[in-house]
């Protein structure tokens, strides 16, 4: 996991036309998504068939949030979330204090997507990203692109990833942030800046997570 710095994050919504600025304060975040490999190796699994460096799909937020708990009791870590086991998101509680692995906060997957450019993306399109016009049309391993200025790689393109965050309680109720786009998306959908929403019981090809702790 790499050291993030503090900073700020201004996230932008395009179906409300609402931006606001957030404080991100300092935290690590995981080079690559949490793998097949890892994931299966926590839950007591074997990837075993040669995919194990393809990120981890399929997840679910709640299988995600359950996961963090479950690699903090094994490294001897606080989880961070209560209510995990429950089966309903409503029910999760981040506790900000413990040191254990968790999602990051949408800010805090912004800020660090960035790395401190202020573009759409942090580098040249084909060079960072996986999607629809050069992935083939499937999953790639970690890693397989350049990374951001930050050392952080496939933070657009290849999956999307899961962010702690309610997207729109209002409208949308519990349904939880994606960010980042995935390998089937149109390059647009590849950018920084874009957020997008959906269920938090989802499991889907295209989905998954990146572990974040406190600093």
Same mark, same amino acid.
């Given at each position: ?80 979330? !209560? $209510?995990?086991?429950? +089966?309903?998101? %409503? &029910?999760?509680? =981040?506790? #900000?204090?413990?040191? *254990?692995? /968790? @999602? ?13 450019? !202020? $573009?759409?993306?942090? +580098?040249?399109? %084909? &060079?960072?990203? =996986?999607? #629809?016009?050069?992935? *083939?049309? /499937? @999953? ?76």
């Amino acid at each position: 996991m790499l050291p993030i710095a503090g900073g700020t994050a201004t996230l932008h919504d395009r179906r409300t036309e609402r931006s606001w600025t957030a404080e991100v304060a300092p935290f690590r975040l995981g080079a690559v998504p949490v793998t097949r490999a890892l994931y299966a190796e926590v839950l007591g699994g074997d990837a075993g068939d040669g995919t194990g460096d393809l990120p981890a799909v399929d997840v679910s937020w709640l299988d995600a949030v359950r996961w963090c708990n479950a690699l903090s009791a094994r490294e001897g870590l606080r989880p961070v979330y !209560a $209510g995990a086991e429950t +089966g309903e998101s %409503d &029910a999760v509680e =981040w506790d #900000r204090a413990a040191d *254990g692995y /968790r @999602l990051p906060a949408e800010a805090e997957w912004e800020h660090a997507c960035r790395a401190g450019t !202020a $573009g759409p993306r942090y +580098g040249d399109l %084909d &060079a960072i990203v =996986w999607h #629809r016009g050069n992935s *083939g049309e /499937r @999953l790639h391993e970690v890693a397989g692109r350049e990374p951001n200025p930050w050392g952080l790689y496939d933070m657009l393109g290849n999956a999307w990833e899961w962010c702690f965050d309610v997207y729109d309680r209002e409208v949308y109720r519990d349904y939880r942030v994606i960010k980042g786009g995935g390998w089937f998306d149109e390059h647009w959908s590849c950018r920084a800046g874009v957020r997008r929403r959906t269920m938090p019981v989802l499991r889907i090809d295209d989905l998954g997570f990146r572990l974040a702790r406190n600093a």
